[in-house]
């Protein structure tokens, strides 16, 4: 039964899916671990920052997907430079893929701002311009489904693929907006030509709303784009509250047909634990997914108080 079940992953994944990491970032990933989808956001603080994150925690179904990333990034140069790096791994049936990058970001400061609650660590106020450069290595292990005399599946793939992106991010006070292509290579330089590597490309806005009113309590709706050729666009749709940099509850929609939610909880100043949760609202061979991200923010933390 098993088995079955991974096959059936792998052949809807290979036959509905482009060859390329799943860089669809999830609630927890787009909004805690954004270096992911934009290099303009390596060093956007000064303290150096580790995020490690795990979706897919739990599925009860065997090769159903499973995401892990580790990230870290960092200021240098007093703040007018960026750099980071880190690591993804999906896995889907049969199906592995493996990228490293490395990020830089040079950023134009607009001046400091003092108008915010003081328990929170404002984002700095910049003009970000970014590009990463990586490796991906994507793995498709077809002999471990036992599929005989079908040509599609008589030989392993794997393949290698260098790529490049770039990216742009406005930060201010209250707002902010980016956009980014992580990969504007394509399968260019793909070990082997026959693999066809679809390029995603994204752009999201978000807002925070807090003041007097809401001396407490900060309110951060945003939404992002991702259009990728050949599969429909995606929007999603999020809002989170955060109370006094402490604790913070989200929940947002994908029009994949999937709900978002999410608790998150500030431990120390310096640790930050984010619980999540992916429900699917249509028919698919797709499971619900629980996911977890731990981040370390070095210095002065997430919390001036």
Request: proline share 4%; glycine share 10%; net charge neutral.
């Amino acid at each position: 039964m098993k088995q079955l079940k991974i096959i059936i992953f792998s052949i809807l994944f290979i036959a509905i899916m482009p060859i390329t990491a799943q860089q669809t970032p999830t609630y927890s990933d787009y909004m805690y671990n954004a270096l992911l989808i934009n290099p303009a956001h390596a060093g956007l603080y000064t303290e150096t920052e580790i995020v490690m994150t795990n979706q897919g925690m739990g599925n009860s179904i065997e090769g159903s997907p499973r995401t892990f990333t580790g990230t870290f990034n960092s200021s240098i140069n007093r703040g007018k430079m960026g750099f980071g790096g880190g690591i993804l791994n999906d896995e889907i049936g049969v199906t592995q893929a493996t990228q490293v990058f490395a990020s830089y970001a040079y950023k134009i400061r607009l001046g400091h701002d003092y108008d915010q609650p003081r328990w929170f660590q404002a984002n700095p106020q910049v003009i970000s311009f970014g590009i990463t450069a990586g490796f991906l290595s994507y793995r498709e292990n077809l002999l471990e489904l036992g599929l005989q005399d079908d040509p599609n599946f008589d030989e392993n793939i794997n393949v290698n693929i260098p790529t490049i992106g770039v990216g742009f991010l406005y930060n201010r006070r209250d707002v902010y907006f980016g956009i980014s292509a992580p990969n504007v290579l394509g399968n260019t330089l793909a070990s082997d030509k026959s693999i066809n590597l679809q390029s995603p490309y994204y752009a999201y806005f978000g807002y925070r709303f807090y003041g007097n009113i809401l001396e407490d309590y900060m309110i951060k709706p945003n939404a992002l784009l991702k259009y990728e050729e050949g599969v429909p666009m995606q929007l999603d749709i999020n809002l989170l509250v955060s109370y006094r940099n402490k604790v913070e509850i989200g929940a947002g929609y994908r029009t994949t047909s999937m709900f978002n939610f999410l608790a998150g909880f500030y431990l120390l100043n310096n640790f930050r634990i984010i619980y999540s949760y992916n429900y699917r609202i249509s028919n698919s061979p797709l499971t619900n997914t629980h996911g977890l991200s731990l981040s370390y923010r070095f210095g002065k933390g997430y919390n001036n108080s």
